[in-house]
């Protein structure tokens, strides 16, 4: 069978903006005190300035769902290669639905069955997410995806019951 490669790039949500946007103040004011006063200021200018560099590079998240011969894989890349999240079988999956479905209405929140969660959308409203619900290593999980239709159709392919979209 083919391979479906999906590639997502996670946005920065408005607190991370906000967040580097007082790192960088902070480190231009320390460098202001530094310049006009005391060079021990320097420091923190120096702490501030690796701080944001050190928080932006973490931040920063590439995602790819790979699909191939009824098994999903979900890699995270990085600058030196990618480290496998998850990996699982199709037939493994419990459900896939749209995250307001009631099929994952107990897996919610402030639903009666707790989940670990793992998030790998990219959060762009105009992206519709899913949510699955797969068995892996002998445990339920929950994951969040951006799927397209044709990843969906090899769900559905492989797991007709578990797909409720």
């Not at 006009?36 to 501030?48: E, I, N, Q, T, V």
């Not at 932006?56 to 999903?72: D, F, K, Q, S, V």
């Not at 670990?116 to 105009?126: P, W």
């Not at 559905?156 to 019951?161: G, K, L, M, S």
Request: proline fraction near 3%; aromatic fraction near 8%.
């Amino acid at each position: 069978m083919d391979r479906l490669v999906i590639s997502v790039t996670r946005r920065a949500r408005p607190s991370e903006k906000l967040l580097r946007g007082v790192m960088v103040a902070l480190a231009a004011v320390f460098l202001l005190l530094a310049v006009a006063g005391d060079r021990g200021m320097m420091l923190p200018c120096f702490l501030m300035a690796m701080g944001y560099f050190v928080y932006t590079h973490a931040t920063r998240r590439l995602y790819e769902y790979i699909l191939e011969n009824g098994r999903m894989r979900i890699d995270r890349l990085l600058e030196r290669g990618r480290v496998t999240q998850h990996e699982f079988s199709l037939k493994d999956v419990e459900i896939l639905a749209r995250p307001r479905d009631e099929a994952v209405a107990p897996f919610r929140k402030d639903g009666a069955v707790k989940l670990k969660k793992f998030d790998y959308t990219s959060y762009d409203d105009a992206v519709p997410y899913y949510t699955m619900i797969v068995r892996e290593d002998g445990r339920r999980i929950k994951l969040l995806l951006d799927l397209n239709e044709a990843a969906i159709d090899r769900v559905r392919r492989e797991n007709r019951e578990a797909v409720r979209i």
